[in-house]
């Protein structure tokens, strides 16, 4: 029951997001940044939702506007990260031996680091960009994606099915493609879907600290970041950046728990 309410509650917040970030890019009531200094911190009304910040522009708009932008940057993080992670993973996961090792070795050195601290070191040289941010985030989140990927590869290539594709002739490659990565899909989405509401939260935190997309560009974190001065005066500026942003982690992570209880088997079981 709980798994169902969970599912549907997550998906129903997931799709609400996904419909914000089609509208958004097609149709926004105001432009995201036209400035109106003669209506500058208007409170929430009929004809601003969401009320208007320090330099007139309509706060509802910039919310929808940054729903792009955030979902567009966590998407391609998670994409990027999981694609080379699941690569590098299988690899040393079916491989083994030496490259195994040094994978692993390798592996550990990235994780011995935080990924926020990586991030930060990256965003410093090379300066925030979209790019650039969703690089330093899905390079920070691949070992974790690598890991997974190898252990779930150590537990499957040994299973009756693959060593009868072996000695039927099967290529290394042709058996770790048919019949070994479908079988990894599993943990791979439960791990995607937790690692998507992390980037999302910690690329809400890169922009509230001035670190990640670049302004005039709207984002969650920055239009936190930009309200946060004018909180007693126009707390609203604060108030709809953040409920959006709790809403959207709610929704995916409410999500991830629904997809992990239906896909791992041992949640399964214990259900």
Do not use: K
């Amino acid at each position: 029951m709980m798994g169902r309410l969970n599912l549907f509650v997550g998906a129903g917040l997931v799709g609400a997001w996904l419909v914000a970030v089609a509208v958004s890019s097609v149709y926004t009531p105001a432009d995201p940044l036209s400035m109106d200094f003669s209506a500058r911190l208007q409170a929430p009304a009929e004809g601003s939702l969401m009320g208007t910040d320090q330099y007139g522009r309509d706060l509802y708009s910039r919310v929808l506007a940054a729903s792009r932008i955030s979902f567009g940057v966590s998407f391609a993080t998670v994409v990027f990260a999981m694609t080379l992670g699941a690569v590098i993973g299988a690899l040393a996961g079916y491989v083994g031996g030496l490259t195994d090792r040094i994978v692993v070795m390798c592996l550990d050195a990235l994780m011995a680091f935080p990924p926020l601290l990586l991030v930060l070191m990256f965003l410093s040289v090379v300066g925030p960009s979209v790019p650039a941010v969703v690089l330093a985030l899905g390079v920070g989140y691949t070992p974790t994606a690598a890991r997974v990927m190898r252990g779930t590869v150590l537990s499957i290539r040994e299973v009756e099915y693959v060593e009868a594709s072996r000695v039927l002739g099967g290529s290394d490659a042709w058996t770790l493609w048919r019949h070994v990565l479908p079988n990894a899909v599993s943990p791979l989405t439960v791990l995607a879907t937790s690692m998507f509401a992390t980037v999302l939260l910690l690329e809400s935190a890169l922009s509230f600290l001035g670190l990640g997309v670049p302004p005039p560009a709207a984002t969650w974190g920055g239009l936190l970041a930009d309200g946060r001065q004018f909180l007693s005066q126009a707390p609203w500026l604060c108030i709809f950046p953040g409920l959006v942003i709790s809403l959207a982690l709610l929704g995916v992570n409410l999500l991830g728990d629904a997809l992990r209880d239906r896909l791992d088997p041992h949640q399964r079981d214990a259900v």
